[in-house]
């Protein structure tokens, strides 16, 4: 029963280097999301995805590119990291079903450090 | 636009102390959803009750409780005869109804300390 799972749990990076942070999801989930979580903040959307082959910008794109090749999995791509990016990543999940917000599944977390 | 204030940053309560954690929200959109997610020292997000903007009964879920109120825009959450298991942070969120996204606009959460 793994619901969300992100790897990795923690990275360190240095500035200008690019990385991929993992996410897959086995609930079979239409809908999948990728927030950052901020030192006292609360988490703001970056990206998100309501199928597969389908993905549009959040609040904070910037800095950042998706794929949605399967239901499955939604990765999350850095090109260019930059200190302003050291963050916590969730990445979530939720099926949408009718007209009705279902709850969002959570990972984890993976913990991203830019130096 | 949307947004969700939680003005209390953080709170401290003695064990078995009740405690009331506050949420106000904006929007333009006549149906919505409001959420309240728990997230522990282990830095997950536990979902802990979602509630749209036609059903404002209270609801009661063993010693948690929520007050939705469309009249103030809030949505506070009671913990009663708090436990130290329930330091955390609290958020709360808002999620519009349309198509797209329904992603959630978070508040920017409540630290929560019960000491023993």
């Known amino acids: 029963n793994a619901g969300v799972t992100q790897t990795p749990k923690f990275r360190i990076l240095k500035i200008g280097q690019s990385m991929t942070l993992q996410c897959t999801q086995d609930m079979n989930h239409n809908y999948m999301y990728w927030y950052r979580q901020d030192p006292g903040m609360g988490l703001k959307l970056i990206y998100y995805?309501?199928?597969?082959?389908?993905?549009d910008k959040g609040e904070v794109p910037n800095g950042y590119n998706v794929s949605r090749s399967t239901t499955e999995d939604f990765p999350l791509r850095l090109e260019l990291a930059a200190p302003s990016q050291t963050s916590v990543y969730f990445c979530a999940s939720t099926r949408r079903t009718g007209n009705s917000n279902q709850p969002q599944h959570f990972g984890d977390g993976t913990r991203l450090s830019i130096l | 636009a949307q947004k969700v204030t939680q003005a209390q940053t953080e709170i401290s309560v003695v064990e078995k102390e009740d405690v009331t954690l506050d949420c106000v929200y904006e929007?333009?959109?006549?149906?919505?959803?409001l959420f309240w997610y728990k997230q522990p020292p282990s830095g997950e997000l536990v979902f802990l009750i979602r509630r749209n903007s036609f059903d404002e009964q209270n609801e009661i879920s063993g010693r948690y409780s929520w007050n939705f109120q469309k009249s103030t825009s809030s949505f506070n959450f009671t913990i009663t005869a708090s436990q130290v298991v329930d330091s955390a942070v609290y958020f709360c969120?808002?999620?519009?109804?349309?198509?797209?996204?329904?992603?959630?606009?978070f508040g920017t959460g409540t630290r929560l300390t019960v000491i023993p």
């Open positions: 929007t333009r959109d006549t149906t919505y959803y």
């Open positions: 995805s309501v199928g597969a082959g389908i993905t």
């Open positions: 969120a808002l999620s519009e109804h349309k198509a797209g996204a329904n992603n959630l606009f």
